[in-house]
Antibody, heavy 122, light 107 residues
Framework: QITLKESGPTLVKPTQSLTLTCNFS??????????VAWIRQSPGKALEWLAL???????RYSPSLRSRLSITKDTSRDQVVLTMTNMDPVDSGTYYC??????????????WGRGIRVAVSS | ETTLTQSPAFISAAPGDKVSISCKAS??????LNWYQQKPGEPAIFIIQ???TLVPGVSPRFSGSGFGTDFTLTINNIESEDAALYFC?????????FGQGTRVDIK
């Protein structure tokens, strides 16, 4: 059974960095084809894909946020960490980590964590 | 970037109704579109993959159709447990993008 759980601070100040951890079970990020993505939802807005790390450590980032994001994996600890710098109140929202099979025919984004709500406020 | 326009934003349905949700892509995305159900405080549930394939274990009251730019999620004989937020995701090209979501309420 695949599960993912997000953890990290629920309140950060503007200009600070946010570091979120995704702890997962039921799969290995060293398995060919597997990837973990971070997705967020800000109030009143559509879900937004942020970053993705592949089993071979290849990484993809949202073009609009690329300069502020870093995604890393720790295969031995079954963790993926997302760091977002220079946080702003518009970055407030719920952040999700999501399991993917990145080889055709997928599936893409088949298991989601419950999410962690992050507020950016002074 | 592919924009997904999802409609309507809200549906109020009676038990037994048939409900349809549309997701239109700004460019062709083949069948690289998934549908999800999400209830408050719960992980999103993967219900339709590749536009038309029902995810194993999901009720057959759910079905998906479409290819290219126009996609539809249909819920037949809707039940109270189907009250949730539904959203679409395209993974044809990066960045992956989402529809705005449709909230389904059961009268």
């Amino acid at each position: 059974q695949i599960t993912l759980k997000e953890s990290g601070p629920t309140l950060v100040k503007p200009t600070q960095s946010l570091t979120l951890t995704c702890n997962f079970s039921g799969f290995s990020l060293s398995t060919h084809g597997v990837g973990v993505a971070w997705i967020r939802q800000s109030p009143g807005k559509a879900l937004e894909w942020l970053a993705l790390v592949y089993w071979d450590d290849y990484k993809r980032y949202s073009p609009s946020l690329r300069s502020r994001l870093s995604i890393t994996k720790d295969t031995s600890r079954d963790q993926v960490v997302l760091t977002m710098t220079n946080m702003d109140p518009v970055d407030s929202g719920t952040y999700y980590c999501v399991h993917n099979i990145l080889l055709i025919p997928g599936p893409i984004a088949d298991y989601w964590g419950r999410g962690i709500r992050v507020a950016v406020s002074s | 970037e592919t924009t997904l326009t999802q409609s309507p934003a809200f549906i109020s349905a009676a038990p037994g109704d048939k409900v349809s949700i549309s997701c239109k892509a700004s460019q062709g995305i083949n069948d690289d579109l998934n549908w999800y159900q999400q209830k408050p405080g719960e992980p999103a549930i993967f219900i339709i993959q590749e536009a038309t394939t029902l995810v194993p274990g999901v009720s057959p009251r759910f079905s998906g159709s479409g290819f290219g730019t126009d996609f539809t999620l249909t819920i037949n004989n809707i039940e109270s447990e189907d009250a949730a937020l539904y959203f679409c995701l395209q993974h044809d090209n990066f960045p992956w993008t989402f529809g705005q979501g449709t909230r389904v309420d059961i009268k």
